[in-house]
């Protein structure tokens, strides 16, 4: 029998923690088909180990299992299970450097603030490794994304619980800045051939400064640059702030300071700076000799603080008070701990914070552990606008019904690193007052900026192939749904009139006929797709890299209480798969519970429903029917497994990760005893669903005895694997009965 393989990434926290569990038991229920899974990987521990093996030894270093996957996506058999992991921020990065170098890893520690050429190089090391590193490497397609059909159908029959009423009297909103951002300055163009460009300042005195040597174009490829004035960013942040102090709101500041790793930690540090500009400007001195960086967030100025003798630590700590108490209230991200919204950069990722603000009816915790109105600040208007239109929707037709409201699956442009805005190598600080321009290699000025020092200024490319690719996914979505697709682009923003040009001339490649396809500005869409929603009528968003990512969580957690539970699938361009499990934004609150209580949450769901189109894949691109087999039976177990409310339990001593696991495992062996295709098969998997059901009471036993303690696994980001292991699978008589498989 040929061998396909699955390549299951490991990763980090607490979906790195349930694929101890699970693993072993899709191995075990897939040795017979013909189908081996494998690990690679690419969790922020594995990264920097793999981008620094020169001092470890050889028991220590490993393989670049990111890069070897970067190269299998470009294959045509590669099947990839990708499970969520960390895009770190520098705080992240900082916290995994530490906890290697005290496990003996001889790893150089992370520069804020080159100091020469040496460091700048292991600055420019460290950039594979920040943000979202993952993903530009392995998304080699565009992606489909939607709840499975069963999710939809419990989810409805069963609706979550989270959704909040919208008060009557809501003044919440959405701030954004009307001049001097991204969207307003951006400029764009098609190319026409390729070409190589160069990134440079041009100063006001007339010298020039090299940012970037060489950036290839391809011919058909986009290219934009688009600037942000921080003058008039931190005007509108002091502007948002008095507005909320004098309405009596909370202040909340929404980025992405993961995925865009250079831009949006800049821009979260300029609001940082104004809210505690006091403190600031009168210990200037001192916190500059502290080594302070408010890119990383209030929290970098707390932890500082712990060196100064303690007069001068309190007297700052006393100013910092008197800031809480002159300006406005800030939004809280952990209120019993006094984890305020600008605490770091990474506890605000839009794209989970804002579903859970309009969840929550348009409503933030304050410190004193209420709920509040809000003014919820995203500071670029490319798409803070459509979190506008849901706010101003909910407060004239309140909160959503998750048991009838329609869904919107999404087709995302994000193949070879499209639109990888604010991210990567050509984002800038503009040094001084001048221009940052693109110039050709013969000289010609292709775009060009003006700028003041201090400013954003961002360069991206996004691919023709993607762009055609993307176009046919969605008409292949539209047709096999049934339902309108919406390209969701603004023909008043440059890049997006580029984008439009593209999407009209492919889609005249295409048979449309009988299909809804349509272009819309965001906020339109926006306005049509709630509509459809609350008639419960489902739309297909097809959308640019950064809205994927946006409305691929928004609605989900509005209509099934997590974005979690998603379908992925990306078609890579060259015909493999690979297969996204959900999002892990709540990982880092499900390891903490774990490690105090011995209690994991984490809801392994999106791993089972994406191993059921894994299974398809493999199918169709090798006729092994046993693979079909294994995407039925598994489907129908997962059918059974909500049926039955086997998602793990927020509660310490009720069912967790580990019990969902075993459930999951009995109703598949049942199901592939069921089955009437493979006879030898189904006696095979009789036994262990025998098995299986006469010893729930001891295995249940067995893993709710593990509750209820501290546990060590000997790390957060690189954790033991023996310990994790242990620990995962602490039910004797489960493992024996899978290890007999």
């Known amino acids: 029998m040929t061998t396909q393989k699955i390549i299951y990434t490991e990763v980090d926290e607490a979906p790195a923690l349930a694929t101890h569990s699970l693993l072993p038991i899709l191995q075990a229920y897939t040795s ?19 981008n620094f093996p020169e001092k470890l030894n050889p028991e220590q270093r490993q393989p670049d299992d990111l890069g070897e996957l970067g190269q299998l996506c470009l294959q045509p058999d590669t099947n990839i299970i990708k499970l969520p992991n960390i895009s770190a921020s520098i705080p992240q990065l900082k916290g995994a450097i530490r906890e290697l170098q005290e496990q003996g890893y001889d790893i150089p520690d992370y520069p804020d603030e080159p100091l020469n050429d040496t460091e700048k190089k292991l600055q420019e090391r460290y950039a594979k490794v920040l943000g979202s590193a993952v993903n530009p490497v392995l998304r080699e397609g565009n992606s489909d994304r939607r709840a499975p059909a069963a999710v939809k159908r419990f989810g409805q029959k069963n609706p979550h619980r989270l959704m909040k009423p919208w008060p009557q009297d809501s003044k919440s909103r959405v701030a954004y800045m009307n001049d001097g951002d991204f969207y307003g300055s951006e400029k764009s163009m098609t190319m026409d051939q390729h070409c190589r460009v160069r990134i440079e300042f041009v100063g006001e005195d007339g010298k020039i400064q090299i940012l970037k040597k060489e950036m290839p174009l391809l011919a058909g490829e986009v290219v934009d640059t688009a600037v942000m004035n921080v003058a008039k960013l931190t005007s509108f942040f002091a502007a948002q702030m008095a507005a909320a102090k004098k309405e009596g709101l909370l202040f909340s500041l929404h980025l992405k300071a993961t995925m865009m790793k250079i831009s949006d930690p800049i821009m979260f540090g300029h609001c940082v700076s104004v809210y505690y500009e006091d403190v600031l400007t009168r210990h200037a001195a001192v916190l500059k000799k502290l080594g302070i960086n408010v890119n990383n967030g209030f929290a970098d100025i707390e932890v500082r603080l712990e060196k ?8 700052i700590e006393t100013d910092i008070k008197a800031c809480y108490g002159n300006n406005c209230r800030l939004a809280m991200v952990d209120s019993r701990h006094g984890i305020t919204n600008l605490h770091v950069p990474n506890n605000i990722i839009i794209d989970a914070s804002m579903p859970v603000f309009i969840r929550d009816g348009g409503r933030m915790w304050g410190a004193d552990d209420e709920l509040h109105d809000t003014i919820a600040a995203i500071p670029d208007r490319s798409y803070a606008t459509i979190y506008q239109k849901v706010v101003e929707d909910c407060q004239t037709n ?13 087709v995302g442009l994000m193949a070879q690193k499209a639109e990888e805005y604010g991210s990567h190598d050509k984002t800038f600080v503009a040094p001084g007052q001048g221009s940052i321009r693109l110039v050709s290699e013969e000289g010609v000025i292709l775009l060009e900026q003006t700028v003041e020092e201090g400013d954003i200024f961002r360069s991206c490319q996004t691919k023709d192939a993607p762009v055609k690719d993307w176009v046919k996914l969605a008409v292949s979505r539209a047709r096999e749904a049934g339902t309108p697709a919406i390209f969701w682009l603004d023909e008043n923003r440059a890049h997006d009139r580029e984008l439009i040009t593209k999407v009209k001339r492919y889609l005249s490649d295409h048979d449309t006929k009988g299909l809804d396809i349509r272009i819309m500005n965001p906020v339109a869409a926006m306005d049509f797709s709630l509509e459809r929603i609350r008639r419960g ?14 409305l691929t969580d928004l609605f989900p957690i509005l209509e099934i209480g997590t974005s979690a539970k998603m379908l992925s699938i990306v078609p890579l361009m060259n015909g493999g798969g690979l297969f996204e499990t959900g999002a892990g934004g709540s990982a880092p609150k499900h390891v903490e519970q774990f490690l105090r209580e011995g209690h994991l949450r984490w809801d392994s769901l999106g791993e089972f429903c994406a191993l059921v189109p894994s299974f398809e894949h493999i199918h169709k691109i090798s006729g092994n029917d046993k693979a079909r087999l294994l995407a039925l039976t598994l489907d129908q177990a997962i059918g059974k497994f909500l049926e039955k409310g086997k998602s793990p339990s927020r509660k310490v001593g009720e069912l967790d990760t580990r ?9 598949w062996a049942e199901s592939l ?4 295709e493979d006879e030898a098969l189904g006696k095979r998997f009789a036994k262990v669903a025998k098995d299986l059901l006469d010893k729930e009471e001891t295995i249940i036993n067995e893993l709710q005895d593990a509750q209820g303690k501290t546990m060590d696994i000997g790390g957060y980001f690189h954790p033991d694997k023996a310990k994790t292991a242990a620990a995962m699978r602490p039910s004797p008589t489960l493992n024996a009965i899978i290890h007999a498989i």
């Not at 017979?32 to 793999?50: C, Q």
């Not at 309140?398 to 999404?410: H, R, W």
């Not at 005893?673 to 009437?676: D, K, P």
Request: a negative charge; aromatic letters at 8%; hydrophobic letters at 40%.
């Open 537 to 550: 009528e489902d739309t297909i968003s097809v959308t640019g890299n950064v809205l994927r990512d946006y």
């Open 673 to 676: 005893a069921a089955q009437t």
């Open 659 to 667: 019990g969902s696991h075993y459930y999951l495992a009995l109703y």
């Open 398 to 410: 309140g909160a959503f019904d998750p048991a009838t409201m329609g869904s919107v699956a999404n």
């Open 32 to 50: 017979w088909s013909g189908v081996t899974i494998e690990k690679k990987d690419i969790s922020l521990a594995g990264r920097i180990i793999a």
């Open 308 to 315: 100064l003798p303690e007069a001068q630590k309190d007297a």
